[in-house]
């Protein structure tokens, strides 16, 4: 199935409409954005513009869909007829994935007809709001864990295909692997593993368990330690696989306290070079308080999936200017009470000092020498261009980040690290 | 692509190891439970069964699959060779959709041997993890709601295709509709839709955009009124639509308050049947808090898809019993600190007294003349025969509600609305 119906039913009701009075065919412009930042957050991660480029060049009306549309009496027979020759020919401009955003940050403009245009709003909102909630909790995971890897491996507790695109985003922002075969299929992101409770369990005991992994798994496997008694699990680990065992992994308990124990213990038994990889329920601030543990990995699973207590990036897609009766684009912004809204086309820039970003310039007109420009071409006239490995946004996450002022990598709730200056 | 993929690596490492050691052959158990209710609920709402089934039919290793496992050098030649011939061939016994659950509930029993029971862990908990947060909100919020109906809308506030299952676990737990067009043409829900704020600022005027709308869509179609002045636009939409308006929409301000206004304005333009749908992030607390307002339907968006606050299960997968040495089923449970399991098979209950549920019994063993039974066979030897209509659910879900007692449905955080006994 294509990605067509993955839409709310109104965005076709008001097509009908507009295409009986004409105003369907007006020129429009679109813009994503935040109101604000969840959760006291310093910044949002983009993630998700790769994804939207496949599922635009795969938003077409097939037969069956317009059968069901049909049957159902959702729209009248003008409407399909125009759904059944649906191609975007537009223009999409967007912020690069791995780059931050603030609120009122412009993270992707689509100009169009307002009939092109509004049917892409729920594609537009699902795939960024959820790609953008991830990578942002994803980001602070990271840069707590400094160094030390971080495995995502958090699919059982999200929908199966939201989980693919969650193991994307982490990786994107800096998770070193997942566990999700399928991201690492479709996207290249490097997968990894340990082993469950169930595999020790299935044997009929923990030594026959370990030995038969390391057999078949060789001596660089993660043996799970806690099913029973850790200290015990650890000595004979070690006695079946000797100095070169690869790691042990922790899942319950005091991680920190635990960690430590069987630090002195691998060492003790000359096993310095084993890793410890410590998971459950971890988050960013779990991770952080690790920092000081002898910890040599991370395997983060439910926080990452569900956006670490922000589970939507609560980004809308408003129209923010149309074309009037005279043929000239107009800015036009709703007045509802506490949801303010700046019309006009916008451009959007990043400005910096000695190597530091100072302020998100959103403007009304191209300008130059203001910073660096935020939104790329995407779109041209309907022919995606702004495909990019992810490997490449992974890049520039990296160096986004390094140019955010310290105190966005702070975790307290508190104002965006960066004011957005509208000019 | 099958859904074979959408699994963590370790599945596939651990069947390794187990199919070399001989130990993959044994037959197991695995158990579906929650250890408690997220955020202080009272009850869980099994959902997701139905999508299960459809997964476990289409859970085979394509060619494809087998080559991108064979490149990564995830697994050895003679587990590609088992993965290639996989086909479930053991029983799945679990609670029927639209059914409580309760800390404890084993809401799904997999039997089979290890290898092919192990490698559907990710699967089956992506599913009903995601599936039966989002019922298990949705469930209050239609208690909260009582006879007024619900639309849900929240697609655009998550991962596009976990919003077609969003739509589907809604509409399972009382909701009347969604926006979701998907959810509409797979699962067959109700589609409805309103109008957007881009559909006024698109026109001229307010009067051009309602206009355009009721000519188009007729006069029981919903009118966005909080664009510009709620006042005025209720105004200009009796006057262009007369008393046979079927609704009006408010989606920002105090939404008691304004219903309250819009209520009086319809009333004194004579437009008494008008009906007032209100939308914009609510949630079971607010929709509770609305009880009173003249508001005659709501539309929910973010809190349905998120769960609200909630938007995992924390379901787990755990292997309770298998094969000894012997050939005898043996219990099993791990020690792990503070992640208690009960091993064995085992068996489900509802207890009633005069038509009140009044405890889960849990047993090892089949019983008879202890209540309802909970665990039907929804698989026998491979073979899907627990498929069920979605309407058959949703009336179970009602019958199941009325089930419960009182302090069920309590919005307060609490204990579960009857105990677990374990005998």
Known sequence: ?????????????????????????????FEVFARRL??????????????????????????????????????????LAFL????????????????AYFPGSPIMVVEGTFAEAVLLETIVLSILNHDCAIASAASRMAHAAGDRP????????????????????????????????????MYGVPTAGTAAHAFILLHDSEEDAFRAQLQSLGMDTTLLVDTYDVAKAVRTAVELAGRDLGAVRIDSGDLGAAALDVRRALDAYGAEDTRI??????????????????????????????????????LVYKLVAREDASGRLQPVAKRSVGKPSKGGRKWAY??????????????????????????????????????????????????????????????????????????
Chains 1, 2 share one sequence.
């Not at 097509?15 to 020129?27: K, P, S, W």
């Not at 991370?298 to 569900?306: D, K, R």
């Open 1 to 29: 199935m294509g990605s067509a119906l993955l839409t709310d039913q109104y965005e076709l009701t008001m097509l009908q409409a507009a295409l009986a009075d004409g105003a369907a065919h007006r020129r429009a412009v």
């Open 84 to 99: 059944a020759d649906y191609r975007f020919s537009g223009h999409v401009y967007g912020y690069r994935e791995g780059e």
């Open 150 to 185: 971080l495995i995502e491996m958090g699919s059982r507790r999200t929908h199966e295909i939201a989980a693919v695109a969650a193991a994307r985003s982490a990786y994107l922002c800096g998770f070193s692997s997942t566990s999700n075969l399928r991201a690492g299929r």
């Open 350 to 423: 990043r400005e910096t000092s000695g190597g530091t970003a100072t302020a998100e310039i959103v403007t009304g007109a191209p300008m130059e020498s203001v910073g660096r420009p935020l939104l790329a071409e995407l779109v041209t006239k309907g022919r995606v261009v702004g495909r990019e490995p992810l490997e490449a946004a992974r890049e520039r996450h990296r160096a986004t980040l390094a140019e955010l002022p310290p105190a966005a990598h702070s975790l307290s709730p508190g104002d965006p690290a960066v004011p957005t200056v509208f000019s």
């Open 38 to 79: 969840p959760g006291g957050r310093r910044y949002g991660v983009v993630s998700g513009i790769g994804r939207f480029l496949d599922a635009l060049e795969d938003f077409r009306f097939e037969e069956s869909d317009l059968g069901y549309l049909r049957a159902a009496g959702i729209v009248d027979e003008p409407t």
């Open 277 to 314: 990889i410590v998971t459950g329920d971890l988050d960013e601030f779990s991770i952080a308080g690790l920092a000081a543990a002898p910890v040599d990995g991370y395997g983060v699973g439910t926080a990452l999936v569900t956006g670490s207590g922000c589970p939507t990036a609560n």
